[in-house]
């Protein structure tokens, strides 16, 4: 479903996402919650490593690879919870942490979602 997701998204945007990895895992480690400052794992269903492209300078020292992280388990309690498409939900989640790497706003990223559907 995430590679599905990930081929739906607008190409304006695809094309600076080349190079970014897309990993899915069951849940958040401690490490992630500590440094996010989550106290429950169920509440993280993705997460966005990496410089946001609005950060980044040509003269950059070499850096991390960028890395999407989804997280199976929460974004399944939360389709179970909330009945919503699941599909839907895995793409709102990957596109909401696609527009950390452009660094985009909450008000961006509704704009986008919304383009999605």
């Known amino acids: 479903m995430a590679e599905r997701a990930l081929s739906a998204i607008p190409a304006r945007l695809a094309m600076h996402v080349r190079g970014v990895s897309i990993a899915v895992e ?4 401690e490490e992630t919650m500590e440094e996010l400052d989550i106290e429950s794992a169920w509440e993280l269903t993705g997460v966005y490593r990496g ?14 690879p960028d890395l999407i992280v989804l997280y199976r388990e929460p974004i399944l309690l939360e389709w179970i919870e909330t009945g919503e498409d699941l ?3 895995v793409r709102n989640v990957l596109i909401h942490e696609i527009a950390h790497h452009f660094g ?14």
């Open 26 to 29: 069951d849940m958040p480690d």
């Open 51 to 64: 410089t946001p492209l609005t950060q980044r300078s040509f003269d950059d020292i070499a850096r991390q």
């Open 87 to 89: 599909y839907r939900l």
């Open 104 to 117: 985009f706003s909450d008000e961006d990223i509704s704009i986008l979602e919304a383009e999605m559907d």
